[in-house]
């Protein structure tokens, strides 16, 4: 079995596979607060939930953008599974060329969804990940990463009006009704909800124009479904991208480990 995580800034997910199934996976909110002990008792939960015992688990594939957090899970590894797991990043194959001026400052998990991308499709893409930042990486037909754009995500963009504008409450992240909004409420829902959907379709837009490529846009990330529905420029939503990203990195960078055999060394 193998653990994979994907530790965002707001949210980390983990999932388990067997083989080349993925048994479940989980959401839980990124701490720099919660400690090895801690993510053992919740790997503990979480296995239990499968019926599986922690000696079943073989491997472990970690990408995570907060680095006080990968330390913990350093910890937990040595210390519930007496390995060392690894880690997306520097002397990690990807098989993907990183055509940019600074590769090192590509995001691990754009990296692992830009990888798993194009290992699924093989052609030139664009990837929009709808985390606490809206990241659009863009992936050529060779599966050469060429470059993104960043851009403040839907959460952190209303929190920003909410706090910066002291009568403005806070409201739900729906579609209001109409663009022209009729109370204070769906003026910011309108300004948020349609003013992203205008962001996406017009950098989508702006992307294919500048790359003159014909590029599968694919969706993954919190939001992902959410904002597919309203537009019709997103043409997948893979909600398990970063997931399978990080499952293929593993076999791709361990050939000849099985999964089958127990990682514990006692």
């Known amino acids: 079995m193998l653990v994979v995580i994907d530790v965002g800034n707001t949210h980390t997910v983990l999932g388990i596979y067997r083989d080349e199934q993925l048994l479940d996976n989980w959401r839980i909110s990124t701490s720099t607060h919660r400690t090895r002990d801690e993510y053992i008792i919740l790997l503990q939960e979480f296995l239990r939930s499968l019926e599986a015992d922690r000696r079943e688990v073989a491997g472990m594939m970690i990408s995570c953008v907060v680095p006080p957090v990968l330390n ?103 579609r209001p009704p109409e663009v022209v909004g009729r109370n204070t409420v769906q003026c910011m829902q309108s300004g948020v909800v349609y003013g992203y959907l205008s962001l996406v379709e017009g950098l989508v837009a702006r992307i294919k124009e500048e790359l003159k490529l014909d590029l599968l846009v694919i969706a993954t990330g919190g939001l992902a479904r959410v904002v597919a529905r309203e537009t019709e420029v997103i043409d997948e939503v893979d909600e398990f991208l970063t997931l399978e990203g990080l499952k293929y990195l593993y076999d791709l960078n361990t050939p000849n480990k099985s999964l089958d055999k127990p990682g514990l060394t006692r």
Do not use: W
């Not at 990690?92 to 990296?111: C, H, Q, W, Y």
């Open 72 to 174: 913990e899970l350093m910890g937990l590894a040595s210390k519930y599974f007496h390995f060392r797991p690894l880690v997306v990043g520097p002397g990690i194959k990807t098989g993907l060329p990183i055509l940019i001026d600074n590769p090192r400052e590509v995001g691990a998990d754009r990296i692992v969804n830009a990888v798993a991308a194009f290992q699924r499709h093989k052609r030139a893409m664009v990837i929009i990940d709808f985390g606490t930042a809206t990241t659009f990486d863009c992936v050529s037909q060779k599966g050469e990463y060429i470059g993104g754009v960043i851009a403040p995500g839907m959460h952190i963009s209303m929190e920003a009006l909410c706090q910066r504008a002291s009568k403005l409450p806070r409201v739900e992240l729906i």
